[in-house]
């Protein structure tokens, strides 16, 4: 796991007397805004329904995360229907919808009459109060994390590092990176004329 508070030192010199504690508060900050805005984190697992059972919990794979959007289900490689109410799905003899209850929960409709298996596909954002990210994730979006983390520290006003012209521009970067990012997602990175220029203001 790679921890926050380890990466201190790359925000350091924007910064001067950074204490860890501030660092982890921008850097969980700039996390979320970027992982929800590109959907770049994301995780697909499975989960066995069984019969007469509607409501599952969904399964999170990292005690330091928490699902943002389900992307998709899948049941035999088809993917199901998504409700906002189940009642409302259509009328099928085999599960074909779902609805999701507070991120939390998962309601297929109708009942399953049989054990099955789905595919569930989601992305995934940082949990409100954590301090570290899998170091694969974060080593993969750590230049626009960081740029999204100075960003945040700079506009704070009061302190050593107060500069809002630097947040500005530190801001510009940090965007940046989420369009490059986004970009990449929606094209599976192989459209190079749909790349943004992302500047470099150190």
Same mark, same amino acid.
């Given at each position: 796991m790679?921890?926050? &508070?380890d990466?201190?030192?790359?925000?350091?010199s924007y910064?001067p007397? !950074?204490?860890n504690?501030v660092?982890?508060?921008a850097? $969980?900050?700039?996390?979320k805004?970027?992982? @929800? %805005?590109t959907?770049?984190?994301t995780d @697909?697992?499975?989960?066995? !329904?069984?019969?007469?059972?509607t409501?599952?919990? $969904?399964?999170?794979?990292?005690e330091?995360?928490a699902?943002?959007?389900? $992307?998709?289900v899948?049941l035999?490689?088809?993917?199901?229907?998504?409700h906002? /109410?189940?009642? #409302?799905?259509?009328?099928?003899?085999?599960v /074909? *919808?779902?609805?999701?209850i507070? =991120? %939390?929960e998962?309601d297929f409709?109708?009942e399953? %009459?049989?054990?099955?298996?789905?595919?569930i596909?989601y /992305?995934i =954002?940082? &949990?409100?109060d954590? @301090?570290? +990210?899998? /170091?694969?994730?974060?080593?993969?979006h750590f230049?626009g +994390?960081?740029?999204? *983390?100075?960003?945040?520290?700079?506009r704070m006003?009061?302190?050593d590092?107060?500069?809002p012209? &630097?947040?500005?521009? #530190?801001?510009?970067?940090f965007?940046?990176f989420?369009?490059?990012?986004?970009?990449?997602m929606?094209?599976?990175?192989?459209n190079t004329? +749909?790349s943004v220029?992302i500047?470099?203001f150190s």
């Amino acid at each position: 796991m790679a921890k926050f &508070a380890d990466y201190t030192r790359y925000a350091a010199s924007y910064c001067p007397n !950074l204490p860890n504690m501030v660092f982890n508060r921008a850097m $969980l900050s700039a996390c979320k805004e970027y992982f @929800t %805005k590109t959907q770049a984190w994301t995780d @697909t697992v499975t989960l066995d !329904l069984v019969e007469g059972q509607t409501v599952y919990e $969904l399964p999170e794979p990292w005690e330091c995360a928490a699902i943002d959007t389900v $992307l998709s289900v899948k049941l035999d490689g088809a993917a199901l229907s998504s409700h906002t /109410s189940v009642e #409302h799905g259509p009328k099928r003899d085999k599960v /074909s *919808a779902f609805a999701l209850i507070n =991120k %939390k929960e998962i309601d297929f409709y109708p009942e399953p %009459k049989q054990a099955q298996t789905v595919t569930i596909e989601y /992305s995934i =954002k940082p &949990a409100f109060d954590t @301090t570290e +990210l899998p /170091s694969e994730v974060f080593d993969e979006h750590f230049e626009g +994390l960081i740029a999204g *983390a100075i960003w945040q520290i700079k506009r704070m006003p009061g302190t050593d590092w107060y500069d809002p012209n &630097a947040s500005g521009i #530190h801001y510009q970067e940090f965007q940046a990176f989420i369009d490059q990012k986004r970009i990449e997602m929606m094209t599976g990175g192989n459209n190079t004329d +749909l790349s943004v220029n992302i500047p470099n203001f150190s």
